[in-house]
């Protein structure tokens, strides 16, 4: 994701130094959209930071490594599908050194990111969102400031829970309908004039797994990291949502059977295991 956010950055105009933890993808970058590779303590010192890291854990160890190289005036503009706890905490640490903290999580995929049209969801500040928006709008459509510091990660965890709710739901009654002898290219024709149709049932599922294509874009130990995180802002607000919850114990599961590795629409394997047909 970061790579093709960065070079749309890039064509905008901006000034793009970049980082990264295998500095040969920074030259890569580099020689590919321009910019230029650097070290870590040189990028800190930018007047608008970037994260985009698998865990707010990593964002958490980014922000403790580069703290003293930090711009009074910054802001950091994380990313990450995180979780709020953590970025309030992070918030509170790049406080001190006088640098504002957005969580800004994305929505859109690879291919959002290489067309420059992802939904950005923003926590923060509205002073700072409104600093950084322009840039944020090189690299997305949609920009919405969603509330305070957290806000944003919260609602990628829940919209990315529903997301899972959805491709298992669609993966169960396909593969029930496949044994009842439906095509399930005829199934998701009429499901997607009608209305049981999600973007599981209108792209994810024929693209990935009618074709058994399973490009991997979004791993499935990731959709299930997030999934938890969704438990976490469930726990905050007492809610008991018994459906999201074992939405949570079956990806874990997916997980585990089919693999952390595997793009995430391969849960879906686990389903056609279970009944023993596949969903094509």
Known sequence: MGHPMACNLSKAGYEVKVWNRTASRAEEFAAACGGEAV????AAGAAVIFSCMPTSSEVEELVSRTFEHLSRGAVWVDCTSGDPQTSRRIASRLAEAGVEFL???VSGGTDGAAAGTLTFMVGGSEAA????????????????????VGSGH????????????NLWAAGE???????QGVDPRVALEVINASSGRSNATENLIPQRVVTRAWPNTFKLGLLAKDVGIGMKVLDGADLPAPLLR?????????RREVGPDADHAEALKLIERWAGVEIA
């Open 129 to 148: 969102f409104e600093q950084v928006k322009p840039v944020l709008e090189a690299m997305g459509k949609k920009i919405v400031h969603v509330g305070p």
């Open 154 to 165: 919260a609602l990628k965890a829940v919209n990315n829970t529903l997301l899972a709710v």
């Open 39 to 42: 070290g870590l303590e040189e």
């Open 173 to 179: 009654g396909l593969a029930a309908l496949v044994k």
């Open 103 to 105: 969580d800004a999580p």
């Open 246 to 254: 074992l939405t949570h114990e079956v990806y874990q599961m997916a």
